[in-house]
Each structure stands twice: as C-alpha cells, then as structure tokens.
C-alpha cells in the first residue's frame, strides 16, 4: 500500500504502468483531420489529362459516302420528277374538261354497274328522263359515241 505521508516520487520498479487499449501509435501517424486534409489535398492535385488526335482517315471516307449519297438522292429524285410528271399526264388524260372523269372512265363503270342489272333495269335506264336529256341529247357525242354507250349499258363494253 501506499504511503500518504511520502512525498517522493515512486520508483518504477515498485508500480508498473499500464498499457494503453488498442494498437500503438506510430511516430509519424497523421490524426484524423491531417489525414482527411492530404486526401483533399490529392483530389485537387489529380488533373485530368486529355490527348487530342485527329483522324483523316474517317473524314475521307465519310466524305467519299457523303458524295455517293448525293448522287444516290439525285437520281432517286430525278425517277421522282419523272414519275410524278407521268403521274399528271395520267390525271390530265382520265379527266375531262372541269375535272370530270373521262369518257373511257365513264364507260368502263356504266359497263360495270349494268353488267349484274337485269334486263328490266337496263332499259327502265334508256327510258328515263336523265338518259333522254343527259346522253341523247349531248351535243358533241358522235355516233361511235353513242354505239359504246348503248354497249355499256348492256354490259358489253369491248
């Protein structure tokens, strides 16, 4: 036991010193802010390189491709031009005068309509006002005319 009344130092031989809990540290250990600090300090430092290089040989390549494309766009608009300028001589040859539909067209979809009539029908058609006022009576039809619509109207248009 201890002396209360001695003032003297202990000797190191009569107390032992207990050893700390954990691993010792190192001498040159950082605490935890020195440690946070060098981090911060090295994601600044760290820059980001960039090397650039060019390529020509992509570029004369997509050059060579663009060309062959306009060419391509130049023919296909070229068959465009002559379709639809085919297209319109179609139209302007179907129809007639105020846009009516030919009188070929005509024919064709009376020879169709009178085709499944009965007999009956097709003349009850040539009886009727609109055919006497509508069709005999056109001026301008020529006898040809008038043989192929009376052909059409039997359904036998040739």
């Known amino acids: 036991m201890r002396d209360v009344t001695n003032n003297l130092t202990a000797t190191p031989e009569t107390e032992q010193v207990k050893r700390g809990r954990g691993r010792p540290r190192k001498p040159d250990a950082m605490t935890g802010a020195q440690r946070q ?8 430092a760290v820059s980001i390189d960039v090397t650039v290089t060019e390529n020509e040989g992509p570029v004369d390549q997509m050059q060579i491709l663009r060309e062959l494309h306009e060419r391509q766009v130049s023919v296909l ?13 179609l139209r302007t040859t179907t129809t007639g005068s105020g846009g009516a539909p030919a009188f070929e067209v005509m024919l064709r979809l009376l020879a169709m309509a009178c085709a499944r009539k009965p007999l009956k029908a097709q003349l ?9 006022n ?5 001026s301008g039809v020529s006898d040809e005319q008038m043989k192929r619509v009376a052909a059409a109207l039997a359904g036998n248009l040739t």
């Open 37 to 44: 600090a060098a981090y911060r300090e090295r994601r600044r």
């Open 77 to 89: 608009r070229n068959q465009l031009a002559r379709a639809e300028a085919e297209l319109s001589d």
């Open 124 to 132: 009850a058609i040539r009886e009727s006002d609109v055919w006497r």
């Open 134 to 138: 509508g069709v005999a009576g056109a």
